[in-house]
């Protein structure tokens, strides 16, 4: 077992994630459970002395079986939450994650066969306009969609209520 870029301090917990925006036919990638109430986007921890950008084509390997290539970092991504569920419950939760635009390989086909902490993972082609009416995180993913952007950009999201 690899060991993640993250700790547990207390009730806080922190972790360094590589996630992919995977967009086909005007439709975003999210994976979902049948443990949590909302969908997630495609990614994972980066392990010690492993780069993002093999974290991320490990991760989206993964989750959705398929190889895809990096097309560039899009986002740099502070996100603060508390969660109240799950293995993280009741922590104060702080990620760093490096959202990677992949390269579009013109098909929605994938070969799914993923679990997270037991549980499977399914996968979901959101399209982007519909997105606000979905409990998806990172909740920057739809407005970031709808508008251009030249090199990387830094979004900070706090979601802790």
Known sequence: MEH???????????????????VEDNCVLFAGNETDTYFYSI???VYMGETAEDAVK?????????????????????????EKAGTLKNR???????????????????NSNSFTQGVRETMHWIPIEDLDKYKAYPSFMKEYLQNEHCGIEHIVTDERK
């Not at 207390?10 to 360094?16: A, L, Q």
């Not at 991760?59 to 990096?70: A, M, P, S």
């Open 92 to 110: 104060d939760c702080h990620e760093i994650a490096f959202y990677f635009m992949m390269k579009p390989r013109g098909t929605k086909e994938l």
């Open 43 to 45: 990614g994972g921890a």
């Open 58 to 82: 490990r991760e989206v390997f993964e989750e959705t079986g398929v190889d895809y290539e990096i097309d560039h970092l899009a986002v740099i991504h502070e996100n603060f939450f508390y």
């Open 4 to 22: 993640d870029c993250g700790f547990n301090k207390g009730k806080k917990w922190f972790r360094y994630r590589a996630a992919a925006i995977i």
